[in-house]
T-cell receptor, first 115, second 114 residues
Framework: AQSVAQPEDQVNVAEGNPLTVKCTYS??????LFWYVQYPNRGLQFLLK??????LVKGSYGFEAEFNKSQTSFHLKKPSALVSDSALYFC?????????????FGTGTRLKVLA | KAGVTQTPRYLIKTRGQQVTLSCSPI?????VSWYQQTPGQGLQFLFE???????NKGNFPGRFSGRQFSNSRSEMNVSTLELGDSALYLC?????????????FGSGTQLSVL
């Protein structure tokens, strides 16, 4: 079965500094990987996805993620953090099961950007 | 285009009761999936419906059930509620649920079981 792991429950970063939220995956075959963000009292919002091609994927709100096959990682990055980036971030992988797809989510990483 | 709408926003129930949650997907989306979100567990997949048929189901007991109507609206039912069922229940829609589609999530229903 496919899985993703987010090793950090929380990440703190100062405003203006670069941020990284880590995700590692375990899949058979070529992975479809996603990042979603959840703001307080809201559902998840799509940030970006990797299917194939360029290992550096650009997404919404200035976020990007780097796919690294040898390290089985898909870390989310942003060059300069904003206080408004403070939220809960989820990594996800698509899995084929029972003749259809489903999405497996990580446990989430809370990002806190300090002013 | 209206987003995914979930009702009610909050629910308080007692153990043993049952509850029904509703989800209206984005117009034109035919796939609706449900997730349970709890602190520390992340999102756990409950089930997915497409064109009124359940296509996939997660590892939850039979007390959790769902259905989808011809207009793609979906309901989720939990019978004989337990304290551990307290969670945020999210639904997500997509056009087909296949390929590399992104999911569109509702704001969720926060269920508290006392």
């Amino acid at each position: 079965a496919q899985s993703v792991a987010q090793p950090e429950d929380q990440v703190n970063v100062a405003e203006g500094n670069p941020l990284t939220v880590k995700c590692t995956y375990s899949v058979s075959g070529n992975p479809y990987l996603f990042w979603y963000v959840q703001y307080p009292n809201r559902g998840l919002q799509f940030l970006l996805k990797y299917i194939t091609g360029d290992n550096l994927v650009k997404g919404s709100y200035g976020f990007e993620a780097e796919f690294n096959k040898s390290q089985t990682s898909f870390h989310l990055k942003k060059p300069s953090a904003l206080v408004s980036d403070s939220a809960l971030y989820f990594c996800a992988v698509r899995e084929w099961e029972k003749g259809t797809y489903k999405y497996i989510f990580g446990t989430g990483t809370r990002l806190k950007v300090l002013a | 285009k209206a987003g995914v709408t979930q009702t009610p926003r909050y629910l308080i129930k007692t153990r043993g009761q049952q509850v029904t949650l509703s989800c209206s997907p984005i117009s034109g989306h035919r796939s609706v999936s449900w997730y349970q979100q709890t602190p520390g567990q992340g999102l756990q997949f409950l089930f997915e419906y497409f064109s009124e048929t359940q296509r996939n189901k997660g590892n939850f007991p039979g007390r959790f059930s769902g259905r989808q109507f011809s207009n793609s609206r979906s309901e989720m039912n939990v019978s004989t509620l337990e304290l551990g069922d307290s969670a945020l229940y999210l639904c997500a829609s997509s056009a087909t649920g296949q390929g590399g589609e992104k999911l569109f999530f509702g704001s969720g229903t926060q269920l508290s079981v006392l």
